[in-house]
């Protein structure tokens, strides 16, 4: 598995967005197109990223805005080595940032007022003149989990089997409740924002890689979606790698939460995989009624009740957190994961999410600032 984290690009004294994205990776001291030599998924010729180390395929690269930019963990097995590379991409980003005289912070929404600088590619300038305000407007920060598949086939059975549990992850991952200087009264304003994109959401239940793949295509065809790098599914098969993407969750600021998301993702796949294998139904459940949990979880977190994924009736959040972790126990416990998500689930539960620790820290009287400070520095604890 491997994990990518979208983080926003700071001023260290008065909590601003930077606009330096392009500085950062062009190594030099003047702008240039830093996603030149980029796919439509924003992969980049690494050869020319001074972001990119060439011995370990992690990676600091380019977002849709200059106050953003995104790392890459290389594919691990284990959750100490994870956590490790993500320590050590998270500084390695800081590092860069540091040379522009900014630092960067694992935040899903910038909480004070900003206008967005989209990065200088024409592929990013034909998605303003095509969305208009859904992207010029749009700055956030998410975390996207990859875990291996052995075919498109076994990618789309878990697709189909993963897409009920999806809401949970929002709940536990929530850190975007500030939008533009106000506090927007959701715990994840990220996945709000995300949706206004019109091709953002669940998937539909697909059955095999060549139902997916037909989908896809009938969403091409509508030239709605520019092309396939705007699929911006909940989880999808990787265009570029042998993987499943789930692609729910926001920005963690601790990296502890990172992994646990991670852990899940891939306990979640893991699972799915094995009842696919072995012939187990994926639930019939509607799209509508997974976009109604996602918002549920967007809303309140894991401060109010959560759509059961088996129910789809309120129930009692930490009811549904224990029916996850019972759905991937046995996952969890043949990988060695279990210990370390138990911990953090507990966690989780003792300190709040990442959207509490930020209102908390912003106080009632709303100290924006002093909360990205605080942030910058949870980002790089280690």
């Known amino acids: 598995m491997g994990v990518e984290e979208e983080l926003l690009l700071v001023d260290p004294t008065d909590g601003s967005p930077r606009a330096v994205a392009g500085l950062i990776l062009s190594g030099s001291g003047t702008d240039r197109d830093p996603a030149a030599d980029s796919d439509s998924d924003g992969h980049r010729d690494t050869d020319a990223d001074p972001g990119h180390d060439p011995g370990d395929q992690g990676m600091v690269e380019p ?200 852990a899940l993702v891939r306990g979640l796949v893991e699972t799915a995989a094995r009842e696919w294998r072995e012939g187990r139904p994926a639930p019939e459940v509607s799209s509508d009624l997974i976009r109604l949990a996602t918002w549920r979880a967007s809303r309140f977190g894991l401060d109010g009740d959560l759509l059961d994924p088996t129910t789809f009736r309120p129930t009692p959040t930490w009811a549904v957190i224990g029916g996850l972790l019972d759905h991937v126990r046995q996952a969890l416990v043949d990988a060695g994961d279990d210990v370390v998500v138990d911990r953090q689930v507990d966690v989780l539960r003792t300190r709040g999410t990442g959207a509490t620790v930020q209102r908390r820290t912003a106080g009632e009287d709303q100290d924006l600032v002093g909360l990205v400070r605080a942030m910058v520095q949870l980002t790089l604890e280690s």
């Open 63 to 262: 977002e849709l805005q200059q106050q953003q930019i995104e790392i890459g963990t290389p594919p691990t097995t284990s959750l100490s080595d994870l956590r490790a590379e993500l320590v050590r991409w998270r500084h390695r980003a800081n590092d860069l940032a540091g040379q522009q005289g900014a630092h960067i912070a694992a935040i899903g929404t910038c909480p004070l007022p900003v206008v967005p600088k989209t990065t200088v590619k024409p592929r990013y300038q034909a998605m303003i003149d095509h969305l208009g305000l859904t992207t010029a407007e749009q700055l956030t920060c998410g975390c996207h989990v990859h875990v291996d598949v052995e075919s498109a086939d076994e990618g789309v059975g878990v697709l189909d089997r993963i897409r009920i549990w999806l809401p949970v992850l929002v709940a536990l991952s929530v850190n975007s409740p500030f939008w533009q200087g106000t506090d927007s009264g959701y715990a994840s304003f990220r996945t709000q924002a995300w949706h206004r994109f019109p091709t953002a959401g669940p998937t539909p239940l697909l059955g095999s890689g060549g139902e997916y793949h037909a989908y896809v295509d009938a969403l091409l065809a509508t030239k709605v979606p520019m092309d396939g790098g705007m699929i911006y599914l909940d989880a999808r098969l990787s265009r570029n790698y042998p993987t499943v993407e789930v692609r729910v969750a926001d920005v963690c600021v601790r990296v502890d939460d990172t992994v646990m998301i991670a």
